[in-house]
């Protein structure tokens, strides 16, 4: 019988149609790919098509979301794969290191930790790669003048903002909420931190599950934008003292803090789903002298009990909770596929030397998220001839 991963594979029709061009045209020949990225399903068939585009791909996860299943098909497919699942950063940054040992020709990254690294141990033939978030982006864009690489932001593509932070986070955050909780969200009122592009799927797709959403950000502007789309923008303290779910979804650390225990409403359920787990503050939080009590769930919920009687309960340790998990399905297949041949497209071009250092920390370049768009769309509406 064949299992979840090779559903994922045959349903990422862009990764397909490219896997087989670049078995022909070989664009990775003789080099060496080496990423950090979260090891699921979608992650799978991104590394194999850059696998048979020539590349010998050598791949670590992420903090508390690599998947046992994801590392043992990967192996068995000639992918080196360093570590497994593991919640101790120790342990994953001393795996991004063994990654840089293979003095990877083009870096996959996700969060600035490869590039990061690569600059306390530099190599000479580092030509570039790309990053896959804009947490990523914020970490490296100081770092350009010492980077002097072509260094792709996929998360800065109008492709990728649309399909899976706009759509497809927001789709993921509610169905991965009810499956863990098995809570429902309709007529609860969901706090939602954070008004960038997946903060605005969050949203949306709460609001379409009929909760009653609040938003709170920093930028006025994001926060004006909210309440011309048609949300509550009130104060963070009272955001905070109405929610029942409160989400987060912003790059910052500490965004929910132990500061904030006084405000919480009996209840509530405290989640993230943005890259890094630092922006609720679950160390802080837990041993603060307001929690009396912690008690620990099957499916990663720890409910807080405090002092007074109160509880919180904590989804996920704070990770991303859509791929962190029981059975983490992550975003849609559709939405990693385009986002994913973003990424295959934009390997290819610094490969082949299309790319130069004036592209450090740049947005994928028009051509390529044209050339992504339309052959997403032949798949399902092929143009006449």
Request: aromatic share 6%.
């Amino acid at each position: 019988m064949k299992n979840r991963i090779d559903w994922v594979r045959q349903n990422c029709r862009l990764l397909l149609a490219i896997a087989e061009e670049f078995r022909r045209e070989r664009p990775f020949a003789g080099k060496t790919i080496g990423t950090g990225i979260h090891l699921e399903p979608k992650t799978v068939a991104l590394l194999l098509t850059l696998q048979a585009g020539g590349a010998k791909v050598v791949a670590t996860g992420n903090l508390n979301t690599t998947q046992q299943s994801a590392v043992d098909y990967l192996i068995d497919r000639g992918v080196t794969v360093i570590g497994g699942p593991t919640r101790s950063l120790a342990e994953q940054l001393a795996n991004q290191r063994r990654v840089l040992e293979y003095r990877p020709d083009l870096i996959l990254d996700n969060g600035g930790d490869l590039f990061g690294a690569y600059l306390q141990d530099r190599y000479a033939n580092l030509l570039g790669g790309t990053e896959e978030t804009t947490s990523g982006r914020l970490r490296l864009q100081p770092l350009r003048k010492e980077l002097r690489v072509p260094i792709i932001v996929i998360n800065d593509s109008l492709i990728k903002q649309l399909a899976e932070n706009e759509h497809a986070v927001g789709q993921s955050a509610l169905e991965s909420f009810i499956r863990i909780t098995n809570r429902a969200v309709n007529g609860q009122r969901v706090t939602v931190f954070g008004y960038g592009a997946g903060g605005r799927g969050v949203a949306a797709s709460m609001r379409g599950a009929d909760a009653k959403v609040s938003v709170v950000d920093r930028d006025p502007l994001k926060r004006l934008r909210a309440h011309l789309d048609g949300f509550d923008t009130p104060a963070r303290a009272a955001a905070l003292a109405s929610a029942d779910l409160i989400v987060t979804v912003t790059g910052s650390p500490s965004v929910i803090s132990a500061a904030d225990l006084a405000l919480f409403k009996d209840g509530v359920v405290i989640a993230n789903i943005g890259h890094f787990p630092f922006e609720i503050d679950v160390a802080g939080i837990g041993a603060s002298t307001e929690v009396a009590n912690r008690d620990q769930f099957e499916d990663g919920i720890e409910s807080l009990v405090l002092t007074d009687g109160r509880r919180a309960h904590v989804v996920a340790e704070g990770h991303m909770f859509n791929l962190a998990g029981p059975r983490p399905m992550g975003n849609s297949i559709e939405s990693m596929d385009l986002g994913f041949a973003l990424q295959a497209r934009s390997l290819e071009a610094v490969a082949l030397g299309k790319l130069t250092a004036a592209d450090c920390v740049a947005p994928v370049p028009r051509a390529i998220d044209e050339r992504v768009a339309n052959a997403f769309l032949d798949l399902r509406y092929p143009r006449d001839a």
